[in-house]
């Protein structure tokens, strides 16, 4: 079988929809070989992480040739190509198909974040991006939902008939399923290396609720008042997380990586990180979740949208508005070491067998065989 996928976020993306796309054509790989993966992009960074897929066999990427370049490439000729180039299914791995696109398609719709935190989106990003949904939504063979929260986001959305839209969770980077460590953060050792801490991943801001965790730690007694390491950056809403610590002399509290820590420290973080603390508005999936169980990381999530899906029914849930709440329940994780080893060893468990990549791979490779 001829796949082609739309890369250009395999290429040039290194956070969530680039880390997707890897992981995604990675297991499709090594679990289905000898089908022919036709990577499209209008660019590439070049680094350690995009070259290897212009080495490996069962590659091909694909540049563009002719006048059209970019954003309009991808648009208008990436179709064109596709066909030409033979591809017997075209697979949109971040929520958009190319325009008059003639062979068996599949879309991957992440979140419908725009729709349901619109304050975060300046207007013409929304408009851009529910016009691209739309299209993919309508054009696609199949879509892929990459959680049952997500499903029911693009039902409600976009009238998409259920039958239409297929459940794949996210696949995770293959390291987690591995025993190795990681190494510690160098930048951060001072703070994480032999001392208790917790831990927080992801983008900062008002969707992800770090300033609800600085005001839970706020109502902690000062002895289970351990740091939290945050890993990830923002703008405004950072700037306003950093002034009610500075208001509220919490600067002891709260650890704020100076820099990107990579896979390998990541791993280490959540190896030695006491919990997870994820108390998000909304996901379309919460990889960080998966990620910590896979682990042997015990977690603190919201009992909203997908991340009960990714929690599984032992981690701690909250609801992400109530600070009592998620000081409770950190609270919980600290004085209660059973409870802790309990939720490690389940919460492990369930992400293995949830979340296998071989499970995703088959899944996916199914749902194509379908098509053609």
Request: glycine share 6%; charged share 25%; with cysteine.
């Given at each position: 079988?001829?796949?082609?996928?739309d890369?250009?976020?395999?290429f040039?993306?290194?956070?969530?929809?680039?880390?997707?796309?890897?992981?995604?054509?990675?297991i499709?790989?090594e679990?289905h070989?000898g089908n022919?993966?036709l990577?499209?992009?209008?660019?590439?960074?070049?680094?350690?992480?995009?070259?290897?897929?212009?080495?490996?066999?069962?590659?091909?990427t694909?540049?563009p040739?002719?006048p059209l370049?970019g954003?309009?490439w991808?648009?208008?000729?990436?179709?064109?190509n596709?066909?030409?180039?033979?591809a017997?299914i075209?697979?949109g791995?971040?929520?958009?198909?190319?325009a008059?696109?003639?062979i068996p398609s599949?879309?991957?719709?992440?979140?419908?974040?725009f729709?349901?935190?619109p304050?975060?989106?300046?207007a013409?990003?929304?408009?851009?991006?529910n016009l691209?949904?739309?299209?993919?939504c309508?054009t696609?063979?199949?879509i892929?939902?990459?959680?049952q929260?997500t499903?029911?986001?693009?039902?409600?959305?976009?009238?998409?008939d259920?039958d239409?839209?297929d459940?794949v969770?996210?696949?995770v980077n293959?390291i987690y399923?591995?025993?190795?460590?990681g190494?510690?953060p160098?930048?951060?050792?001072?703070?994480?290396?032999g001392?208790?801490f917790m831990?927080?991943?992801?983008s900062?801001?008002s969707r992800?609720?770090l300033?609800?965790i600085?005001k839970?730690?706020?109502?902690?007694p000062?002895?289970?008042?351990?740091?939290?390491?945050?890993?990830?950056d923002?703008?405004?809403?950072?700037q306003k997380?950093?002034?009610y610590?500075?208001a509220?002399?919490?600067?002891?509290?709260?650890?704020f990586?100076p820099?990107?820590?990579?896979?390998?420290?990541?791993?280490?973080?959540?190896?030695?990180?006491?919990?997870l603390?994820?108390?998000?508005?909304?996901e379309g999936?919460?990889l960080?979740?998966?990620e910590?169980?896979?682990?042997?990381?015990?977690?603190?999530?919201?009992n909203?949208?997908s991340?009960?899906?990714?929690?599984?029914?032992?981690s701690?849930m909250?609801?992400?508005?109530?600070?009592r709440?998620i000081?409770?329940?950190i609270?919980?994780l600290m004085?209660?070491?059973?409870?802790r080893r309990?939720?490690t060893d389940?919460?492990?468990?369930?992400?293995?067998?949830?979340?296998s990549?071989k499970?995703?791979?088959?899944?996916?490779m199914?749902?194509?065989?379908?098509?053609?």
């Amino acid at each position: 079988m001829r796949i082609g996928f739309d890369a250009k976020r395999l290429f040039n993306n290194f956070t969530g929809l680039g880390n997707h796309s890897r992981t995604t054509v990675d297991i499709l790989m090594e679990f289905h070989p000898g089908n022919e993966y036709l990577l499209y992009t209008p660019k590439i960074k070049h680094n350690a992480v995009t070259d290897q897929y212009l080495d490996k066999a069962d590659c091909r990427t694909i540049l563009p040739h002719g006048p059209l370049r970019g954003s309009a490439w991808r648009t208008f000729s990436l179709a064109k190509n596709a066909k030409k180039d033979g591809a017997d299914i075209f697979h949109g791995l971040s929520n958009e198909l190319p325009a008059r696109l003639d062979i068996p398609s599949v879309v991957t719709i992440h979140d419908v974040a725009f729709k349901t935190f619109p304050d975060m989106y300046h207007a013409t990003d929304r408009f851009t991006y529910n016009l691209k949904w739309r299209h993919a939504c309508k054009t696609a063979d199949r879509i892929i939902a990459i959680s049952q929260s997500t499903k029911q986001d693009i039902v409600r959305f976009y009238g998409v008939d259920p039958d239409r839209i297929d459940i794949v969770y996210q696949p995770v980077n293959r390291i987690y399923y591995t025993d190795g460590t990681g190494a510690c953060p160098a930048t951060l050792e001072q703070y994480v290396n032999g001392k208790p801490f917790m831990l927080y991943v992801g983008s900062i801001n008002s969707r992800k609720n770090l300033l609800g965790i600085v005001k839970a730690i706020e109502l902690l007694p000062e002895d289970l008042r351990i740091p939290l390491v945050v890993i990830g950056d923002g703008r405004e809403y950072k700037q306003k997380v950093l002034e009610y610590i500075s208001a509220h002399n919490l600067q002891d509290a709260v650890v704020f990586s100076p820099e990107k820590v990579g896979t390998e420290g990541l791993r280490y973080l959540y190896r030695n990180a006491r919990m997870l603390v994820y108390p998000s508005f909304y996901e379309g999936f919460g990889l960080p979740v998966v990620e910590a169980l896979l682990s042997h990381c015990p977690v603190i999530t919201s009992n909203v949208s997908s991340l009960p899906e990714a929690a599984g029914p032992d981690s701690l849930m909250v609801e992400p508005s109530d600070i009592r709440d998620i000081a409770d329940k950190i609270s919980m994780l600290m004085t209660d070491d059973a409870l802790r080893r309990e939720m490690t060893d389940k919460g492990f468990r369930y992400a293995m067998d949830s979340f296998s990549p071989k499970i995703l791979a088959d899944r996916l490779m199914d749902i194509y065989r379908q098509l053609i």
